[in-house]
């Protein structure tokens, strides 16, 4: 048994890479960070003895055009497999499926415009979209039995609860590992819920996970990383895991990175789009105080129009491409007034609250320049073996989730949190867990 308090790595808690017979699902809504996550996740799998078998669902949710989400992830799947092979390497036995959810998105994500084109529009490489889809929700209790889950997109708020606020416990059974196991979590904008459901929604999982005999694991941009070590969750187009990537598969790879640097752009002025168009967000009635007023102000002073969050977002990003065109970086007016509005955002509420605008600032900075890499690099800190970060703690529902790390636990604690993290050694250990040099 560990020390009280001391830090322990994934493969102290759990056996699930060591098993010869073990299963694993991932929950994604299948953007470029959650390919980089689903392509690390699958290399470290064919890093086993060749005499291990493993099977990997992967639960898509909080998307619309799923049957391209499916086949993205897919074509992944393909393309680790044959990367490995062409490398000379024996592989395990890894069978690897896509589910769709029964419960599409409303609307789709930003991501979906042009991630997932060439699965429509027949372009050369790509394999077209398969509208003969498998769902998650139809799979016996029996397929549902794992020794890994991670969670790397908004299961809760797209599966779990209602619109009018109610929760479905059975749902929650579905990420729910066997004995020995671990429920990983990116923690943060995936794990938000409505707050009239979180500290019920938390007590219930965690119930469930310990009866189970499992632990849960979370990682997050706002407590995970040393913060004088780095912004994470970031990374440039040439990065050398991208470099790694694109020399296993080019076209694809490309293509990827094309559409993260265009996400990036839309994630920014949508999460200015939040703010600018809010009315009920954590705090209250923001036209009844301070926040209001700044956020009132900065509309006035930037001249921004009124209307739902996705033509207010729109609206920004089409004049943020033409400032840009136009206009040097630091004239360009949407730039400005994002900064505005993450320092009254990080006035009235605290910087916690303002850390996805600081994000969109840094995106809107290094337009171009800077790729979203949150889930792969997440999952790369908690594969690696290197050095033991992780940290028993009990989770708080005042306010959004957070971990409260715990110094007298020891290794039965059920929940556990990364922290202090160097934000360039985890690009080095992403960088490890994409190539092939690693394999066995």
Request: aromatic residues 8%.
């Given at each position: 048994?560990?020390t009280?308090?001391?830090?322990?790595?994934?493969?102290d808690?759990?056996?699930?890479?060591s098993l010869e017979k073990?299963?694993?699902?991932l929950v994604s809504?299948?953007?470029?960070?959650?390919?980089?996550?689903l392509?690390?996740?699958l290399?470290?799998n064919?890093?086993?003895?060749t005499?291990?078998?493993?099977?990997?669902?992967?639960y898509?949710?909080?998307?619309?055009?799923?049957a391209?989400?499916?086949?993205?992830?897919r074509?992944i799947?393909?393309?680790?497999?044959?990367?490995?092979k062409?490398?000379?390497?024996s592989?395990?036995?890894l069978?690897?499926?896509?589910l769709?959810?029964?419960?599409?998105?409303?609307n789709?994500?930003?991501?979906?415009?042009?991630?997932?084109?060439?699965?429509?529009d027949?372009?050369?490489g790509?394999?077209p979209?398969?509208?003969?889809?498998?769902?998650?929700?139809?799979?016996?209790?029996?397929?549902?039995?794992?020794d890994f889950v991670g969670?790397i997109?908004?299961?809760?708020?797209?599966?779990?609860?209602n619109?009018k606020?109610?929760?479905?416990?059975d749902?929650?059974?579905?990420?729910?590992?066997?004995?020995?196991?671990?429920?990983?979590f990116?923690?943060?904008?995936n794990?938000?819920?409505p707050?009239?459901?979180?500290e019920?929604?938390?007590q219930t999982l965690?119930?469930k996970?310990?009866?189970?005999?499992?632990?849960?694991?979370f990682?997050?941009?706002r407590f995970?990383?040393?913060?004088a070590s780095?912004?994470?969750?970031n990374?440039?187009?040439?990065?050398?895991?991208?470099k790694?990537?694109?020399q296993?598969?080019?076209?694809?790879?490309?293509?990827?990175?094309?559409?993260?640097?265009?996400?990036?752009?839309?994630f920014?002025?949508?999460q200015?789009?939040k703010w600018l168009?809010a009315?009920?967000?954590p705090?209250?009635d923001?036209?009844?105080?301070e926040?209001?007023s700044?956020l009132?102000?900065?509309k006035?002073?930037?001249?921004?129009?009124e209307?739902?969050?996705?033509?207010v977002s729109?609206?920004?990003?089409?004049r943020f491409?033409?400032?840009h065109?136009d206009?040097a970086?630091?004239?360009?007016?949407?730039?400005?007034?994002?900064?505005d509005?993450?320092m009254?955002?990080?006035?009235?509420?605290g910087p916690?609250?303002a850390?996805?605008?600081?994000?969109a600032?840094a995106?809107?900075?290094?337009?171009?320049?800077t790729?979203e890499c949150?889930?792969?690099?997440h999952?790369?800190?908690l594969?690696q073996t290197?050095?033991?970060l992780?940290y028993?703690?009990?989770?708080?529902?005042d306010?959004p989730m957070?971990?409260?790390?715990?110094e007298?636990?020891?290794?039965?604690c059920v929940s556990w949190?990364a922290r202090g993290?160097?934000v360039?050694?985890?690009?080095g250990?992403?960088e490890?867990a994409?190539?092939?040099?690693?394999c066995p």
């Amino acid at each position: 048994m560990a020390t009280a308090g001391a830090p322990l790595r994934l493969s102290d808690l759990t056996n699930f890479f060591s098993l010869e017979k073990a299963r694993a699902i991932l929950v994604s809504d299948v953007k470029l960070d959650d390919t980089l996550c689903l392509w690390t996740f699958l290399m470290q799998n064919f890093r086993r003895p060749t005499h291990h078998q493993v099977e990997i669902d992967l639960y898509v949710t909080g998307i619309q055009d799923s049957a391209a989400a499916v086949r993205l992830a897919r074509h992944i799947s393909d393309s680790v497999r044959e990367a490995v092979k062409v490398s000379g390497r024996s592989l395990c036995n890894l069978s690897f499926r896509a589910l769709a959810s029964r419960r599409p998105a409303r609307n789709a994500p930003r991501h979906e415009m042009d991630t997932y084109a060439p699965y429509r529009d027949g372009s050369l490489g790509f394999p077209p979209a398969d509208e003969q889809l498998l769902f998650w929700e139809d799979l016996p209790k029996e397929a549902r039995s794992v020794d890994f889950v991670g969670v790397i997109a908004q299961f809760f708020n797209f599966e779990v609860v209602n619109d009018k606020g109610e929760m479905s416990e059975d749902i929650l059974d579905f990420i729910v590992p066997n004995r020995g196991g671990v429920l990983a979590f990116q923690s943060g904008f995936n794990t938000q819920v409505p707050s009239n459901v979180e500290e019920a929604l938390w007590q219930t999982l965690s119930r469930k996970v310990q009866k189970a005999g499992a632990k849960m694991v979370f990682i997050s941009n706002r407590f995970s990383f040393d913060k004088a070590s780095g912004r994470p969750g970031n990374a440039p187009p040439d990065a050398s895991f991208l470099k790694t990537l694109l020399q296993c598969d080019a076209k694809l790879w490309s293509h990827l990175r094309d559409a993260g640097l265009k996400e990036s752009t839309r994630f920014a002025v949508d999460q200015m789009a939040k703010w600018l168009t809010a009315t009920e967000m954590p705090g209250g009635d923001y036209s009844k105080n301070e926040l209001g007023s700044g956020l009132a102000g900065i509309k006035a002073k930037y001249e921004i129009c009124e209307g739902s969050p996705q033509q207010v977002s729109e609206g920004l990003l089409k004049r943020f491409l033409k400032s840009h065109a136009d206009e040097a970086q630091d004239q360009n007016a949407v730039l400005a007034a994002c900064r505005d509005l993450q320092m009254v955002v990080s006035t009235a509420c605290g910087p916690e609250v303002a850390d996805y605008l600081g994000r969109a600032v840094a995106n809107l900075e290094k337009f171009g320049q800077t790729l979203e890499c949150t889930d792969g690099q997440h999952f790369a800190v908690l594969m690696q073996t290197e050095v033991a970060l992780l940290y028993p703690c009990k989770l708080l529902c005042d306010g959004p989730m957070q971990p409260h790390f715990l110094e007298d636990a020891g290794s039965e604690c059920v929940s556990w949190a990364a922290r202090g993290v160097n934000v360039p050694q985890a690009l080095g250990w992403l960088e490890n867990a994409v190539s092939l040099e690693m394999c066995p």
